[in-house]
T-cell receptor
Framework: DGGITQSPKYLFRKEGQNVTLSCEQN?????MYWYRQDPGQGLRLIYY???????QKGDIAEGYSVSREKKESFPLTVTSAQKNPTAFYLC??????????????FGPGTRLTVL | AQSVSQHNHHVILSEAASLELGCNYS??????LFWYVQYPGQHLQLLLK??????LVKGIKGFEAEFIKSKFSFNLRKPSVQWSDTAEYFC????????????FGTGTSLTVIP
């Protein structure tokens, strides 16, 4: 069963703690992405990676960090420096064909609540 | 950077009414265009996409969208909505110039009343 998995579905953390969100894909896609979804603001890009061991900042990278050590995995760490971390986080992947005919596919998301 | 505008933030329709959701983008070059849908409690799913060719694109569940290059628009349409179409709809754009980066609109929440 191919797709993108994100775990956990719901996550609660205390303020000041770092937390890592998992994203795994078995679609053999080169590119992976992290978005943050807030009501009325749509999807905002946090980080993306076009290939293993390489990643770029998106529009709202401050307070977040990522790694891409394996093709199928792209974990996102929400650090204590992120001022408003409570949100719904979406992971996506695409073949990474350079944009000519690329399509993104999304995971189910993780809802993070910082108390 | 590119931008994507969805002017309808919240739309309420009765079943069998026709639907048109607006999407405009800012980039003047070659673009790829997408509509995604997020049903309550579910993840984002691809409704339809346009890369090239016929500007009228048909997607799943009876949805279609028309690319009008002169208007920088990619509006989503459905002739007769159903209660099960209640969802949030997102328009997205990418182009070869932005590589793998996709730009999303802020979304339109559609509520269909039975």
């Amino acid at each position: 069963d191919g797709g993108i998995t994100q775990s956990p579905k719901y996550l609660f953390r205390k303020e000041g703690q770092n937390v890592t969100l998992s994203c795994e894909q078995n679609l053999n896609h080169d590119a992976m992405y992290w978005y943050r979804q807030d009501p009325g603001q749509g999807l905002r890009l946090i980080y993306y990676s076009q290939i293993v061991n390489d990643f770029q900042k998106g529009d709202i990278a401050e307070g977040y960090s990522v790694s891409r050590e394996k093709k199928e995995s792209f974990p996102l760490t929400v650090t204590s420096a992120q001022k408003n971390p409570t949100a719904f986080y979406l992971c996506a992947s695409s073949r990474g064909s350079g944009g000519s005919t690329d399509t993104q596919y999304f995971g189910p998301g993780t809802r993070l609540t910082v108390l | 950077a590119q931008s994507v505008s969805q002017h309808n933030h919240h739309v309420i329709l009765s079943e069998a009414a026709s639907l048109e959701l607006g999407c405009n983008y800012s980039y003047g070059g070659t673009v790829n265009l997408f509509w995604y849908v997020q049903y309550p409690g579910q993840h984002l799913q691809l409704l339809l996409k346009y890369f090239s060719g016929d500007p009228l694109v048909k997607g799943i569940k009876g949805f279609e969208a028309e690319f009008i290059k002169s208007k920088f628009s990619f509006n989503l349409r459905k002739p007769s909505v159903q209660w099960s179409d209640t969802a949030e709809y997102f328009c997205a754009v990418n182009s070869g110039d932005t590589g793998n980066q996709f730009y999303f609109g802020t979304g339109t929440s559609l509520t269909v009343i039975p």
